[in-house]
């Protein structure tokens, strides 16, 4: 009995080695590499570019793995301009704690070109979506 309880422990130690994919880094890592490469951006980039830049990274956590960027959310406001949030993990969780937006920095791209990154500009853009246009029709 003991021997199958040892060879179950061991098992069960190998295959949750195995589940962290090659090249798998910490979150802190992943978090700290994040904030080093958006101080490298730079307004008026290209999506290809940024995405080239942050690079395409995953960090394995006890809840599972987060990936480069961690959640991205896509909209467009009433002229048809085309906006991209790209949140990337800048601050680690605590422990025993879920990753939250909170933790991240957003990227903010409109029609595939950057025009900020932080909670400021996220909050421009989110007006900047909500906004009726207001259009004067001059009838002479």
Do not use: H
Not at 31 to 48: C, D, F, R, S, Y
């Amino acid at each position: 009995m003991t021997r199958l309880l040892i060879a179950f422990v061991l098992v069960q130690v190998l295959l949750g080695c195995a589940s962290a994919p090659p090249g798998a880094i910490s979150l802190a890592q992943l978090a700290n590499e994040n904030q080093t490469t958006i101080n490298k951006l730079t307004v008026g980039i290209a999506k290809p570019a940024v995405v080239d830049l942050m690079g395409v990274k995953t960090a394995s956590t006890p809840d599972g793995l987060v990936s480069n960027p961690f959640r991205s959310e896509t909209s467009q406001d009433k002229a048809g301009a085309q906006y991209e949030i790209l949140y990337y993990v800048t601050e680690t969780n605590r422990r025993f704690q879920p990753l939250r937006l909170s933790q991240t920095t957003p990227l903010v791209l409109k029609n595939g070109v950057l025009i900020g990154w932080g909670t400021q500009s996220l909050r421009q853009a989110k007006e900047q979506m909500t906004t009726d246009i207001n259009v004067t029709i001059d009838r002479k």
